[in-house]
C-alpha cells in the first residue's frame, strides 16, 4: 500500500513537473544590436526597441532600450521569426521584418533610424515595412538593397549575390557556369564591385581578364550583411561604372562569444570562426572564414561539367577594432586561389572522337584584397577612411598538338594588376532637411601585361600586348540632399573621374527627385551622366610597334530613370520603372566595321581603336513581390527592352546581349515541422530572350577548317529562349545551443538543354548548337554552434 501510494504521488509530481519540463525544453537565444542615426552614424540613446513574434504564434512581444552607446541587449528569445520595431522622438519608425533567431548563433542587428523633417515635434508616424528602401538613402531609383537570407533561400543562388541578383528586374544570367550578369542589356563590363565604401577588383573565382563575373564568388556569404545592388543612375558617390554597382558591406563578428560554422557540401568544405578579440581596454571582434573546393566530386555523379580537374580556395576576414574617443578601425579583405588544366593526347584516332583531346590548355586566376578603414561619428558629422591593397593575377597558356605531334603555341597570356586606393568620406547632416555628403578616392595602378597569339598568316606567335609600370586614377564627389518635406526629396551632385595615364576625365551631373503621396507610395525621377575608363590592357596593345590606343577616352552615358513604388497591405510591394540610356564615346575600329567595345565580353582585343561609337538601351520593368510572411514569398519580374549599338560603319544593330525580354518568377515557402524545426521549399523559374551572335559563313568556315562568322552581319541571329528551372529545399534543426541545416538545391532540375551558341563541325560538316550546363545537383550540410 505504502508503494503505491509512494508511486502514485510520484507520478502525480511528474504529471505536474511534465508543464515545467517542456517549458524547460524551450530552446532560446540572445537578439541583440545598436541603434544609429543613418546618415551620421552617432547611437541613439533611449531608443525603444520592440520584438514582435510572427502571427500565429503563441509567444508574446517583449523589448528594451538602448544604452549611452545606442546598445541594446534581449536575451531568453524563443528561436523563431520577428519583426522588430524601433521607435524614436524625432525619427521614422524603423520597422524590419522577418529575423530569423536560431539557436546556434546569437542575433546581432545594426538598425539605422532616418530623422523626421518634422523634428523637434512629437511626430507619431505609423511604422511600415518599408525592404524596398536601399540602405544608401541617396540612391532614389533603381536600387534596392538584398539580405544574405535571400541569397541561401534563393533556389541554386549557392550563397552567390550576382546569381541572387539574375532574379531581379532588368538582369539577364550570362550563362550557367559562371555568375556574370547583363544589366539593362549593357556589357556585363560595365559593372564595378565595392567592398566597404572602395571599388575591389572583380571578387569572383576563374574570373577572366576584362570581365566582371566567374565561375562563384570568392567572398563567403557568412561575412556579408545587407548590401545594395544599384543598375542605373546611382548617386555621385560611385564612379567608373557604366551599368550597375554591387555594393557590399560586411558584419562584424560576434563580440560577446565564440561561435563557428561548418558547412560540407558537393561545392567544397566551408569554415568560419568569429568572436570578441580585446584590443586593449576596448572589446572588439574578429570573423573568418576559410572555403576549399574541389568539382571533380559532381563529375563523379555523372554531371558533365568539362574534363578539367577544376578546384579553388579562398579566404575571407573582418576584424573590428574600437579604439574609444578616436573612432573604431576595421581589418578586412578576402583572397582567392583558382586554376583548371586540360591535358591533350597524341593520338590523331582520339582527336576523331574528341577534337579537343589535341589541345593543352591551363588557366589560373588569384584576387586578393585587404584594407584598413577608421570610422569617426561627432554629433552631427561621420568621416570614414579607408587604405586598401589590392591585386589580380591570370595567366592562360594553350597549345595544340599538330598532324606531325610537334607542340603548337596558341595562346600564352598572363596579366597582372595591382592597386593601392586612399579614400575619404564626410557625411554631415545640417539639420534634418539637409545633408551633405562628399569624399574622394585615389588609386595608386601597377601593371605587367603580356599577350601572345597564333596568326593563323604568319603561321607563328605574335606578342600583342607587352607592358608595364605604374598610373593613377583619382575620384571626387559631392552630393546634397534637400528634403522639402516628408513628400518632397531632391538630390543632386557631381563626380569627377580622372584617368591620369592618358589625361582624360569627366565631369558627371547626378540628380534625383522623389515625391512620395503617401508612405506607402512614391514617384521618383533620376539622371546620371557617367563614364568609364576601357579595361587597362586595351590601351597597351601594339601592333607594328606602335600602341594604337593609349589616348582612347572615357566611354560615357546618360541614364534617365523614372520610377513608381507601391506598397500594399499583406507585405506586397510593386515596382514599374521605365528607362533610357545614351551610350557614346564608344572604342570602335578606325576602319569601317561593326566592332564595338559594347560588345566585347572579356579579353583585349587587337584592334586600332577611335571614340566614335555609339550605343542605346532602354524599355519598361516591373516588380510584384511579397515580402516574407508567415513562411511564404515570391518575386515576379518582368523586363522588356531594346539595346543597340553603331559601329565605325555607321549601322545601327542589336548588341549581343539585347535578348529582347526578361521574365522571372521566385517563390518559397516554409513550415514549421514537429519542434525546432522547419522545413522549407524554393524555386525559380527564368524566361529569358536568346542572346546574339554573328552569322556562321558555312562557305568560308569550310575553306578555313573552322568556325568564320559574317561580321557585316553582326549579331543578326538569336539564339533560342532560354528556359531553366531550378528547385531546393531545406530542413533546418535547432538544438540547444546548435543550428543544423541541410539543403538540396537543383540547378536545371528540368535537364533543360539551353543553347550557348553556334559552332561549325569541319568533320560533319555542318553548324551545331553547343548546349550550357545540364542539371546540377548542391547538396550542402551546415551546423552553426
Known amino acids: 500500500m505504502l508503494l503505491k501510494t509512494k508511486t502514485a504521488a510520484l507520478a502525480a509530481l511528474l504529471w505536474c513537473a511534465l508543464p515545467l519540463a517542456i517549458k524547460a525544453q524551450n530552446i532560446t537565444q540572445t537578439l541583440k544590436g545598436v541603434v544609429l542615426d543613418k546618415t551620421v552614424k552617432t547611437p541613439l540613446i533611449g531608443a525603444t526597441v520592440a520584438v514582435i513574434p510572427q502571427k500565429g504564434t503563441t509567444e508574446t512581444a517583449i523589448g528594451a532600450a538602448t544604452d549611452a552607446d545606442g546598445r541594446f541587449r534581449i536575451q531568453g528569445v524563443p528561436i523563431g521569426q520577428y519583426t522588430v520595431v524601433v521607435r524614436y522622438l524625432g525619427y521614422k519608425d524603423l520597422t524590419i521584418p522577418n529575423i530569423n533567431v536560431n539557436a546556434g548563433k546569437e542575433t546581432d542587428l545594426t538598425l539605422e533610424a532616418e530623422e523626421s523633417v518634422l523634428m523637434g515635434k512629437e511626430v507619431v508616424i505609423k511604422a511600415t515595412v518599408d525592404k524596398r528602401k536601399p540602405l544608401n538613402e541617396l540612391a532614389a531609383v533603381s536600387a534596392r538593397t538584398f539580405s544574405v537570407e535571400e541569397t541561401q533561400k534563393f533556389a541554386a543562388a549557392v550563397n552567390d549575390p550576382a546569381r541572387m541578383a539574375a532574379s531581379f528586374a532588368g538582369v539577364v544570367a550570362r550563362d550557367d557556369g559562371n555568375n556574370t550578369i547583363i544589366i539593362r542589356g549593357n556589357n556585363p563590363n560595365g559593372m564595378i564591385w565595392r567592398m566597404e565604401g572602395v571599388d575591389i577588383p572583380n571578387p569572383n573565382h576563374f574570373a577572366v581578364p576584362g570581365s566582371s563575373g566567374g565561375g562563384i564568388s570568392i567572398i563567403s556569404a557568412q561575412l556579408l550583411t545587407n548590401s545594395d545592388f544599384l543598375t542605373g543612375a546611382f548617386p555621385a558617390e560611385y564612379g567608373n561604372a557604366l551599368s550597375g554597382v554591387f555594393d557590399l558591406k560586411l558584419r562584424k563578428g560576434n563580440a560577446d562569444k565564440y561561435e563557428y560554422t561548418v558547412q560540407a557540401g558537393f561545392l567544397g568544405i566551408d569554415v568560419a570562426a568569429e568572436g570578441p578579440m580585446r584590443i586593449g581596454k576596448e572589446t572588439g571582434s574578429f570573423l573568418v572564414n576559410y572555403r576549399y573546393s574541389t568539382l571533380s566530386l559532381i563529375g563523379k555523379l555523372g554531371v558533365n561539367i568539362g574534363d578539367a580537374p577544376t578546384n579553388f580556395q579562398d579566404l575571407s576576414f573582418n576584424f573590428w577594432m574600437p579604439a574609444g574617443k578616436v573612432g573604431s578601425f576595421t581589418l578586412f579583405g578576402m583572397g582567392g586561389l583558382s586554376d583548371q588544366k586540360s591535358n591533350g593526347v597524341a593520338d590523331s584516332l582520339a582527336w576523331e572522337d574528341e577534337p579537343g583531346d589535341r589541345y593543352s590548355w591551363q588557366f589560373k586566376a588569384n584576387t586578393g584584397v585587404?584594407?584598413?578603414?577608421?570610422?569617426?561619428?561627432?554629433?552631427?558629422?561621420?568621416?570614414?577612411?579607408?587604405?586598401?591593397?589590392?591585386?589580380?593575377?591570370?595567366?592562360?597558356?594553350?597549345?595544340?598538338?599538330?598532324?606531325?605531334?610537334?607542340?603548337?603555341?596558341?595562346?600564352?597570356?598572363?596579366?597582372?594588376?595591382?592597386?593601392?586606393?586612399?579614400?575619404?568620406?564626410?557625411?554631415?547632416?545640417?539639420?534634418?532637411?539637409?545633408?551633405?555628403?562628399?569624399?574622394?578616392?585615389?588609386n595608386f595602378l601597377t601593371y605587367d601585361m603580356s599577350q601572345r597569339e597564333w596568326d593563323d598568316e604568319l603561321e607563328r606567335p605574335v606578342q600583342q600586348i607587352a607592358d608595364n609600370g605604374n598610373t593613377q586614377s583619382v575620384n571626387t564627389f559631392a552630393?546634397?540632399?534637400?528634403?522639402?518635406?516628408?513628400?518632397?526629396?531632391?538630390?543632386?551632385?557631381?563626380?569627377?573621374?580622372?584617368?591620369?595615364?592618358?589625361?582624360?576625365?569627366?565631369?558627371?551631373?547626378?540628380?534625383?527627385?522623389?515625391?512620395?503621396?503617401?508612405?506607402?507610395?512614391?514617384?521618383?525621377?533620376?539622371?546620371?551622366?557617367?563614364?568609364?575608363?576601357?579595361?587597362?590592357?586595351?590601351?597597351?596593345?601594339?601592333?607594328?610597334?606602335?600602341?594604337?590606343?593609349?589616348?582612347?577616352?572615357?566611354?560615357?552615358?546618360?541614364?534617365?530613370?523614372?520610377?513608381?513604388?507601391?506598397?500594399?497591405?499583406?507585405?506586397?510591394?510593386?515596382?514599374?520603372?521605365?528607362?533610357?540610356?545614351?551610350?557614346?564615346?564608344?572604342?570602335?575600329?578606325?576602319?569601317?566595321?561593326?566592332?564595338?567595345?559594347?560588345?566585347?565580353?572579356?579579353?583585349?582585343?587587337?584592334?586600332?581603336?577611335?571614340?566614335?561609337?555609339?550605343?542605346?538601351?532602354?524599355?519598361?520593368?516591373?516588380?510584384?513581390?511579397?515580402?516574407?510572411?508567415?513562411?511564404?514569398?515570391?518575386m515576379l519580374s518582368n523586363s522588356l527592352y531594346e539595346s543597340e549599338y553603331q559601329g565605325s560603319d555607321g549601322i545601327w544593330r542589336d548588341t549581343r546581349f539585347n535578348g529582347q525580354y526578361a521574365n522571372s518568377f521566385v517563390a518559397g515557402k516554409e513550415w514549421n515541422w514537429k519542434r525546432n524545426r522547419t522545413f522549407g521549399v524554393n524555386m525559380r523559374v527564368m524566361h529569358l530572350g536568346g542572346l546574339r551572335a554573328s552569322p556562321i559563313d558555312l562557305e568560308a568556315s569550310r575553306e578555313a577548317g573552322e568556325t568564320v562568322r559574317d561580321e557585316s552581319r553582326a549579331f543578326e541571329d538569336q539564339m533560342p529562349t532560354y528556359f531553366r528551372l531550378d528547385a531546393g529545399v531545406r530542413l533546418k534543426r535547432n538544438r540547444a545551443n546548435s543550428t543544423h541545416t541541410v539543403s538540396l538545391d537543383l540547378q536545371n532540375a528540368t535537364n533543360r538543354a539551353n543553347v550557348y551558341g553556334q559552332h561549325y563541325n569541319p568533320d560533319d560538316d555542318k553548324i551545331e548548337y553547343s548546349y550550357q550546363a545540364p542539371l546540377i545537383p548542391v547538396l550542402s550540410y551546415k551546423v552553426e554552434f
Open 370 to 442: 585587404t584594407g584598413l578603414t577608421h570610422s569617426k561619428a561627432w554629433d552631427k558629422t561621420f568621416l570614414r577612411s579607408v587604405v586598401a591593397v589590392s591585386g589580380v593575377r591570370q595567366t592562360y597558356a594553350e597549345n595544340e598538338y599538330t598532324d606531325d605531334y610537334t607542340r603548337q603555341e596558341n595562346s600564352n597570356l598572363a596579366f597582372g594588376d595591382g592597386k593601392v586606393t586612399i579614400s575619404s568620406v564626410l557625411n554631415h547632416k545640417f539639420n534634418s532637411r539637409h545633408l551633405l555628403r562628399a569624399g574622394a578616392y585615389a
Open 479 to 634: 552630393q546634397w540632399q534637400f528634403r522639402a518635406s516628408e513628400k518632397l526629396t531632391i538630390s543632386t551632385g557631381l563626380h569627377g573621374n580622372f584617368f591620369l595615364l592618358n589625361q582624360r576625365y569627366a565631369i558627371e551631373n547626378r540628380t534625383s527627385v522623389k515625391y512620395a503621396f503617401t508612405d506607402r507610395n512614391s514617384l521618383s525621377f533620376g539622371f546620371g551622366q557617367h563614364a568609364q575608363s576601357q579595361p587597362l590592357g586595351v590601351y597597351f596593345v601594339d601592333i607594328d610597334g606602335v600602341k594604337p590606343n593609349s589616348d582612347l577616352d572615357l566611354t560615357r552615358a546618360l541614364h534617365y530613370v523614372l520610377s513608381y513604388d507601391q506598397n500594399l497591405p499583406g507585405n506586397l510591394h510593386v515596382k514599374l520603372e521605365t528607362y533610357y540610356q545614351d551610350l557614346y564615346d564608344v572604342p570602335v575600329t578606325t576602319t569601317p566595321s561593326s566592332f564595338s567595345m559594347l560588345n566585347n565580353e572579356w579579353g583585349y582585343v587587337f584592334e586600332k581603336l577611335e571614340n566614335t561609337g555609339k550605343g542605346r538601351n532602354y524599355g519598361v520593368e516591373l516588380t510584384f513581390e511579397k515580402f516574407l510572411t508567415r513562411g511564404l514569398y515570391f
